[in-house]
């Protein structure tokens, strides 16, 4: 494999990589803002993965309250499992979970025939108490091939170990340990099949009322801003910005530039161009304009033996042009440079790091969160959708730009990551389903009719929500391609 070929490859993946990386982790931390709610709600959570759901993936079971935490090789992502996010209702339900658990472990058709219920109806039962965490499947030996119905569907189920109350693992701290049943032992319910069931829905995210099922759909969003806004005050009062500073001396040469070539280097004070004495950095950029920057030019330089003098003191007194100094502690000399076919000699202003106080690392942060407020808003005006368009990027320009920000520093790495958490957090709040604030808008809807949107209504709304964000990713796909390619 060739070197130019690694070289190109590398170039490839070290951008996928960053982004990858960058929004993962962005999201993660959305979908933790998810957890964290439901859990303080009292709401069951079966997984808290980073990465997209996958077979392969490591974790660890908490002993606390049952949710699985881990990682996934799917890094485009993350998820939290939340109980009852399917608002899919299942009539014999009630009847189904009372039977499982008097068993403990039982198989399905048995199961249909002690209830007098047709196999697809048992198996929408256990799929809808599966997802609320009151029931796992088992592997049983099916002698009977005929039997065997499905597909992949489990052939049977077991009750999950519960306390005299019914509460489980994954119900915190309310689960006596000490006077539970074992998994798959029978339990009888002290109380009515209806009641079991209204038991084991309180624990999801149905079983809640208004208040809380909205709490629990903001927080992601919440957990998103305040991330981007930790993040701008680290950034700002902790590590620094760079910023470019008004001198005639040079900062970092780019490499394999005709500045590097003619052997220029950092800390350099360039006191003339083309014989033009020059006392700042916009004097000099004025003077190599002024050249045109067709051929080359002359640079007249004094070089400091240390690079602290070339900040600390000037080469001469500017007052009696004494340069003795100058003489003792570095060395003049005149250099002739060559514009590259674009007219740049490679050579960068000098920076110093600023810290700010935190006061005002948090009014930038909040400026940015305006901004960001405001230009997601401007999406649902007609007249400003494809100006907020045109100004947005898709996966591929935020790898880019991960990688481009990784490559200039921790700073800047995560000065990006604060601002598209920000955006992150403002998109989802968007009242457009699948998205936070598309749930949020069916919650107040219902909240205020006082009757529920029929899951089909629900569906379709999601699908189209789903098609117009798959039009919008194309859109976008398509302009960064253009800009960055």
């Not at 090789?73 to 939340?82: D, F």
């Not at 500073?245 to 350099?268: H, R």
């Not at 989802?428 to 809807?445: M, Q, S, V």
Request: charged content about 20%.
């Amino acid at each position: 494999m060739s070197l130019d070929y690694m070289d190109a490859l590398f170039g490839i993946l070290g951008p996928i990589f960053w982004g990858l990386l960058l929004l993962s982790v962005l999201v993660f931390v959305h979908e933790g803002g998810h957890f964290l709610a439901a859990r303080a709600c009292g709401v069951r959570v079966l997984e808290f993965f980073l990465g997209m759901p996958c077979r392969f993936n490591i974790h660890h079971v908490s002993k606390r309250i049952g949710t699985k935490f881990g990682v996934t090789p799917i890094l485009l992502g993350g998820y939290a499992e939340i109980c009852g996010m399917d608002p899919t209702e299942v009539p014999c339900a009630p009847q189904v979970l009372a039977c499982i658990h008097r068993h403990g472990t039982v198989e399905l058709e048995i199961v249909a025939e002690e209830l007098g219920l047709s196999l697809d109806d048992v198996q929408d039962a256990c799929s809808l108490l599966y997802g609320w965490g009151s029931i796992i499947p088992v592997e049983v030996e099916v002698e009977d091939v005929e039997k065997s119905h499905g597909g992949d569907f489990p052939q049977a189920f077991a009750a999950v170990s519960r306390d005299r109350s019914g509460n489980t693992v994954y119900d915190g701290r309310t689960f006596d340990r000490e006077h539970a049943t074992d998994e798959g032992d029978p339990w009888i319910p002290p109380m009515t099949d209806a009641e079991f069931f209204e038991l084991e829905r309180s624990h999801t995210y149905i079983g809640k009322g208004f208040w809380k099922r909205a709490f629990m759909l903001v927080a992601g969003i919440a957990v998103n801003i305040l991330t981007g806004f930790l993040l701008v005050i680290a950034v700002y009062s902790a590590l620094g910005v760079s910023t470019p500073m008004d001198l005639n001396v040079l900062g970092d040469i780019v490499v394999d530039s005709p500045a590097q070539q003619a052997g220029l280097q950092k800390g350099d004070r360039v006191i003339g161009v083309n014989g033009e004495q020059v006392a700042s950095w916009i004097e000099m950029t004025d003077a190599l304009n002024a050249t045109g920057k067709k051929d080359s030019v002359e640079l007249e330089l004094w070089r400091p033996n240390n690079q602290r003098d070339a900040f600390e003191h000037l080469p001469f007194d500017e007052n009696s042009g004494d340069d003795s100094w100058a003489r003792e502690n570095g060395s003049f000399m005149r250099v002739e440079v060559s514009f590259d076919p674009d007219g740049m000699l490679g050579i960068n202003a000098p920076v110093q790091v600023i810290r700010l106080n935190p006061l005002q690392s948090c009014q930038i942060a909040i400026d940015n969160i305006v901004t960001t407020a405001q230009s997601v808003v401007s999406l649902l005006n007609p007249r400003h959708t494809m100006e907020v368009l045109d100004n947005s990027t898709s996966v591929v320009g935020i790898s880019v730009m991960s990688a481009q920000a990784a490559a200039a520093g921790p700073a800047t790495f995560l000065n990006l990551a604060a601002l598209i958490s920000f955006s992150l957090g403002f998109m989802n709040l968007l009242p457009i389903p699948p998205l936070d604030g598309g749930k949020l808008l069916i919650e107040a809807i219902q909240a205020v009719t006082r009757r529920k949107v029929p899951v089909k209504v629900q569906t379709v709304i999601s699908m189209i929500g789903i098609g117009l964000f798959g039009l919008l990713f194309v859109y976008m796909l398509g302009s960064d391609i253009l800009r960055f390619f």
